[in-house]
């Protein structure tokens, strides 16, 4: 059974930081996985915040999100970070982990079609 566990989210006020960390258990190889972070903000439709390949050498970033936020992973830790820097009110949302279908290409877009296995989210509130 596949178990997406995010953490680190919260309250912080515009211009702070966070950090969040995602782990994943139950996936025969983490490694094989394109990982995201999705985000749905009150009223709106869940969006692709960030994505990033099996190996970490590929990242896509929403335009919403570039140079503030860092997606980065441990494939020997089983873990995926997003790093969020600079936060505006408007990143206030849940952000949702997930693990994408292997084949699933992150080049230039994070679909949420491709996501195999969600997590269950964690509320990022930005305070202005």
């Known amino acids: 059974q596949v178990q997406v566990v995010e953490s680190g989210g919260g309250l912080v006020q515009a211009g702070g930081s966070l950090r969040l960390s995602c782990t994943a258990s139950?996936?025969?190889?983490?490694?094989?996985?394109?990982m995201g972070w999705f985000r749905q903000a009150p009223g709106k439709e869940r969006e692709g915040a960030s994505c990033i390949s099996r190996s970490g050498g590929t990242t896509y970033y929403a335009d919403a999100v570039k140079g503030r936020f860092t997606i980065s992973r441990d494939n020997a830790k089983r873990t995926l970070y997003l790093r969020m820097n600079s936060l505006q009110p408007e990143d206030t949302a849940v952000y949702y982990c997930?693990?994408?279908?292997?084949?699933?290409?992150?080049?230039?877009?994070?679909?949420?079609?491709?996501?195999?296995?969600w997590g269950q989210g964690t509320q990022v509130t930005v305070s202005s």
């Open positions: 997930a693990a994408l279908a292997p084949l699933t290409v992150v080049a230039g877009n994070c679909p949420s079609t491709g996501v195999k296995y």
């Open positions: 139950g996936l025969l190889s983490f490694g094989a996985y394109p």
